[in-house]
């Protein structure tokens, strides 16, 4: 026999005294628990909490070690530019800051939805918070990282004085600081302007990567078709035109980075747009849980796809790797 609505509360808000802050934090938590279980749900979403708590683990530690390699790798890698180089970590610490923060903090929360216990508001706040903080950074250094390379195309030698390092330090500062602050609008009770400012940014974001990609798109197929027919007359690779080809397959690396977040942040917005309209149910909670699985997967696949894409950082990886089996040889013998 199900409880009455209000004995469901109670679990988990605890009557105190009547304050401004204390309803405006249980109007929150209201819509927060809509997307989260509680331990009621635990016949229904066993098997969900079970493969998502797999699923995360086994991902967990390939991010970790992953980006980790990925970091030392764009620090040694001394043929790409600076600027760049700057906006590749900054991604790249907020994928180890997933892996090492949000996604165990995720699979404790499924155990504890396993062991019917139920997380208190507090836990998921903190939980929203730092999810937010790095999936934010995530998506600002996706963008960034995206206009860098528009940049470059656009305009070429002019790149790197108009591109200036400490230009870019300070954008990619900006970008934390930014994340930070509208993580923590919910402490302040904004979360109604925090979710403003994501769906506006979020928008606005997802319009100009598109219009900047257009433009590359025509611009990199234009400077294609005047290096292929320089080839054809002179027989043999320029400066210019290894410098295309390098420019090229960093592009081509963002891009394929910025399909990756879209396709595995997607799951995650249907999800929660469908609960905003149509309400809470087993069924949604359970596309909720696994989105932000594939949330998560978004962090594993960064590092793959740069070392498919540019071959100076798979090789920086793959010496790395030769140097760790050597010593571990060595050390053995």
């Not at 970790?64 to 043929?79: D, E, P, Q, Y």
């Not at 995206?146 to 900006?174: C, E, G, M, N, P």
């Not at 974001?205 to 257009?214: A, E």
Request: proline content about 2%; hydrophobic content about 45%; overall charge positive.
């Amino acid at each position: 026999m199900p409880k009455p609505e209000h004995m469901t509360k109670e679990i988990f808000f605890p009557r105190r005294k009547s304050s401004k802050r204390i309803v405006m934090n249980e109007l929150f938590c209201d819509e927060l628990f809509q997307h989260y279980p509680s331990s009621l749900d635990l016949e229904d979403l066993r098997l969900t909490y079970i493969n998502n708590c797999v699923l995360n683990s086994f991902l967990n530690y390939h991010t970790i070690i992953m980006n980790a390699l990925m970091i030392h790798a764009i620090r040694r890698c001394s043929s790409q530019p600076q600027t760049w180089k700057t906006f590749l970590l900054s991604l790249a610490v907020s994928d180890v800051g997933l892996g090492l923060v949000v996604q165990p903090f995720y699979t404790l929360l499924l155990v504890n939805w396993l062991q019917q216990n139920d997380s208190g508001c507090e836990t998921i706040m903190i939980f929203q918070i730092l999810g937010n903080l790095f999936s934010t950074a995530s998506f600002l250094g996706v963008v960034a990282l995206s206009a860098d390379r528009f940049l470059a195309v656009q305009l070429h030698l002019r790149y790197l004085v108009v591109v200036t390092h400490k230009r870019v330090v300070a954008v990619v500062i900006s970008v934390w600081v930014v994340s930070g602050i509208v993580s923590l609008l919910t402490l302040w009770n904004l979360y109604e302007t925090q979710r403003l400012i994501r769906i506006t940014g979020g928008v606005i974001g997802l319009l100009l990567t598109v219009l900047m990609y257009t433009k590359i798109y025509f611009v990199v197929r234009r400077h294609k078709i005047q290096i292929q027919t320089l080839r054809l007359q002179r027989g043999e690779q320029t400066c210019s035109m290894l410098s295309f080809d390098r420019l090229f397959n960093s592009v081509s690396g963002t891009f394929y980075v910025y399909l990756a977040f879209l396709v595995c942040y997607l799951p995650h917005i249907i999800s929660l747009a469908a609960i905003k309209m149509n309400g809470s149910n087993i069924s949604l909670k359970e596309l909720f849980l696994y989105s932000l699985s594939i949330l998560y997967l978004n962090s594993s696949l960064n590092p793959f796809i740069y070392c498919w894409k540019l071959r100076h950082i798979r090789c920086a990886i793959m010496d790395m790797l030769r140097s760790l089996a050597w010593k571990r040889n060595r050390t053995s013998n």
